[in-house]
């Protein structure tokens, strides 16, 4: 995976997964579709990179990285059971053990793993990044190389560890069934992407003879959710939206300057306006 680029895998029905570039445009598609009685259109942006493909109208990333209880459950048992495993590694293998016989023992030990090592990388050409750390680590002292990766590697383990405990507690310690997260984000940053352009609180509705949405969110919502694979019905994701709308969510957005300086909806040219910058000009900066 390219370092600094989020993969993500959708759904194109049948015929196989779409791009990020596809997801984004069908995703503007929709927008487009959803804004259009309000004469306005998904805006395209592309970041700081003029040339990089246009971002989607909504952050389409994952709330939490499991998609169900029993996933989370899983990796959690294999990360303690890793964690437990090494650490009966660890001690078996401390080349500082308080026992003499230990001492003694991987004082033998070392110098033939080492060998051992060095001899089968001997006549090996390194082929990839892998290839030439395994064989650095044997020629400077596999054994303690292998050590000293084990207490990383625990480390590292103990810090996911503490991530999944983190998450337990806010996704799935609940005394109900957990909702689906990502669905449930994905409406509400939809429903919040229509209050913010159309300055009206979005509506879900169906149609009594098809049950199909009849409403512009709630068909932009089905059509969301098919493009990034959400199996999940949408009602209850979309009602749950809706109630998230706030009215700082319906008011005209601001520019930039204005909105941090506290000077929204003041007409440059009033009295309120200047009254208000001369005040913040004497706070002066603060150190």
Known sequence: ????????????????????????????????????????????????NALAPPQPPIDIAKPNQHDNKAEF???????ETSIKLMSELAELLAPQSDASDQKEMIARLVPVIDQKMRTSKLYTTPKMALD???????????????????LDTWTAFNARQAELKQQEE?????????PDYYARSIAVRLAKL???????????GSAGSTGNPSTAYARALRKTFDVLGIRAGIRNHAEYAIDQITEDDLKQQTGLLGG???LAGMDSDSDDFTEST????????KN
């Open 1 to 48: 995976m390219q370092e600094g680029v989020i993969q993500y895998t959708f759904m194109q029905g049948s015929s196989g997964e779409l791009s990020e570039l596809e997801v984004s445009e069908r995703l503007h598609a929709i927008v487009d579709e959803m804004l259009e009685p309000f004469g306005k259109a998904s805006l395209r942006m592309t970041g700081l």
């Open 170 to 178: 806010k996704f799935w310690n609940l005394p109900h069934r957990a």
């Open 73 to 79: 459950q899983h990796e959690q048992r294999i990360v």
């Open 132 to 150: 030439l750390i395994s064989k650095s680590a044997a020629d400077v002292g596999g054994y303690y190389s292998f050590y000293i990766l084990i």
């Open 278 to 285: 001369k005040k913040l000009l004497k706070k002066g900066p």
């Open 260 to 262: 941090f300086l506290g």
């Open 194 to 204: 229509y209050a913010k352009e159309t300055l009206q609180r979005p509506t879900y």
